[in-house]
T-cell receptor
Framework: DAGVTQSPTHLIKTRGQHVTLRCSPI?????VSWYQQVLGQGPQFIFQ???????GRGNFPDRFSARQFPNYSSELNVNALLLGDSALYLC????????????FGEGSWLTVV | KNEVEQSPQNLTAQEGEFITINCSYS?????LHWLQQHPGGGIVSLFMLSSGKKKHGRLIATINIQEKHSSLHITASHPRDSAVYICAVTMYSGGGADGLTFGKGTHLIIQP
């Protein structure tokens, strides 16, 4: 079975641009979470979606948005990119509910120049 | 103060040594996760704990809910164990996000 897949794996954007990152969860998983990991730091929670509804949001500005589709795949959108948005963006999926094992994708490396 | 604190931040040891990484948290949790991250970014879940102790191969994870503390042990360490080990918790919020709160990670290097 395929694991959590993310695309693109690497991308470079210019300040002020918009970016869309995509995530396909493990088959059967209904929960998708997004995390931002700045170089040298631990990941920070951005969003969680379960059954197409937002379950939680971390401390990120409104420039960050996400959605989950009927097939449980998800998109993370970031508008008006800043240099500080340069990071590894990680997607994780689980079957949902607290205490379930969480599976991570390989991440999307975003560089803003 | 971070809600999840790990120690040590960096650890270098010789092959074969017994390794211990500690994690303390200050909030109510429903689960604690130990994760491994190799250079390049991918994160692998090693353990998910809500009580007691779990063992997988040379890895052992324990949690003390009353003391809000967990440890990850590696026995007979090997250079391939070199990675960043991250402690993360799922907070018990009574409804809402299941997002993880992460420690800053422990950078482990095992020298041959």
């Amino acid at each position: 079975d395929a694991g959590v897949t993310q695309s693109p794996t690497h991308l470079i954007k210019t300040r002020g641009q918009h970016v869309t990152l995509r995530c396909s969860p493990i088959s059967g998983h209904k929960s998708v979470s997004w995390y931002q990991q700045v170089l040298g730091q631990g990941p920070q929670f951005i969003f969680q979606y379960y059954e197409k509804e937002e379950r939680g949001r971390g401390n990120f500005p409104d420039r960050f948005s996400a959605r989950q589709f009927p097939n449980y795949s998800s998109e993370l959108n970031v508008n008006a990119l800043l240099l500080g948005d340069s990071a590894l963006y990680l997607c994780a999926s689980s079957s949902g509910g607290r205490g379930n094992t969480i599976y991570f994708g390989e991440g999307s490396w975003l560089t803003v120049v | 103060k971070n809600e999840v604190e790990q120690s040590p931040q960096n650890l270098t040891a010789q092959e074969g040594e017994f390794i211990t990484i500690n994690c303390s948290y200050s909030v109510g949790i429903s689960a604690l996760h130990w994760l491994q991250q190799h250079p390049g970014g991918g994160i692998v879940s090693l353990f998910m704990l809500s009580s007691g102790k779990k063992k997988h191969g040379r890895l052992i994870a324990t949690i003390n809910i009353q003391e809000k503390h967990s440890s990850l042990h590696i026995t007979a360490s090997h250079p391939r164990d070199s990675a960043v080990y991250i402690c993360a918790v799922t907070m018990y919020s009574g409804g809402g996000a299941d997002g993880l709160t992460f420690g800053k990670g422990t950078h482990l290097i095992i020298q041959p």
